[in-house]
């Protein structure tokens, strides 16, 4: 079985440029997290989408959204980049959300804003 | 609002020696548990999870953490460390109904030869 895969690995881009990152969870899984991970502020969630829907969401500006396709797969994006978005995003494939369904994490994408 | 404390930013050991990383959390009722290890670049990988019954619980990789209720506490144990455990380890809590996880800010592990 396929684990969670993130797309792409690294990325480097400019103060105000947006970007757009990729998450394919587990076949079967239905719900996809994202999280940002920083030395400063540690691991921070930032939105889950289930059917398509964003069902729960973390306290970070309206810059970071996301959505979610039919297949389940997920992108989020990032407008107006800043020198603090510089992160590992991770991005967690769930079957149903819930924390007894246990959470699946991809290998992270390293986003670095120059 | 729930939280994790991990005490312990950076804990060394000597490779075959017994090793204990502390969690404790604060939540109104009992949080479903995590464990997650990170190596340098990588993503999470769980190494075990409490949801209810015994207190106990085994995971992968040798590890085992035991909940304590009355201390609000879920450390993670293991008796013999080995060189390839060297990685950073995150406690984690969840609600029954939430659909997110609260890290803690991580324990850094070194293993000495």
């Known amino acids: 079985k396929a684990g969670v895969t993130q797309t792409p690995r690294y990325l480097i881009k400019t103060r105000g440029q947006q970007v757009t990152l990729s998450c394919s969870p587990i076949?079967?899984?239905?719900?996809v997290s994202w999280y940002q991970q920083t030395p400063g502020q540690g691991l921070q969630f930032l939105f889950e989408?289930?059917?398509?829907?964003?069902?729960n969401k973390g306290n970070f500006p309206g810059r970071f959204s996301g959505r979610q396709f039919s297949n389940s797969r997920s992108e989020m994006n990032v407008s107006t980049l800043e020198l603090g978005d510089s992160a590992l995003y991770l991005c967690?494939?769930?079957?149903?959300?819930?924390?007894?369904?246990?959470?699946?994490f991809g290998s992270g994408t390293r986003l670095t804003v120059v | 609002a729930q939280s994790v404390t991990q005490p312990d930013i950076h804990i060394t050991v000597s490779e075959g020696a017994s090793l204990e990383l502390r969690c404790n959390y604060s939540?109104?009722?009992?949080?479903?548990l995590f464990w997650y290890v990170q190596s340098p670049g990588q993503g999470l990988q769980l190494l075990l999870k409490?949801?209810?019954?015994?207190?106990l619980v085994q995971g992968i990789k040798g590890f085992e953490a035991e909940f304590k209720r009355s201390q609000s506490s879920f450390n993670l144990r293991k008796p013999s460390v080995h060189w390839s455990d060297a990685a950073e380890y995150f406690c984690?809590?969840?609600?029954?109904?939430?659909?997110?996880?609260?890290f803690g800010s991580g324990t850094q592990l070194t293993v000495l030869p």
């Open positions: 967690a494939s769930s079957l149903g959300g819930q924390a007894s369904g246990g959470y699946t």
């Open positions: 076949s079967g899984h239905r719900s």
């Open positions: 989408y289930f059917s398509e829907t964003q069902r």
């Open positions: 939540y109104g009722a009992t949080p479903y």
């Open positions: 409490y949801f209810s019954g015994d207190t």
């Open positions: 984690a809590i969840a609600s029954g109904s939430a659909r997110q996880l609260t």
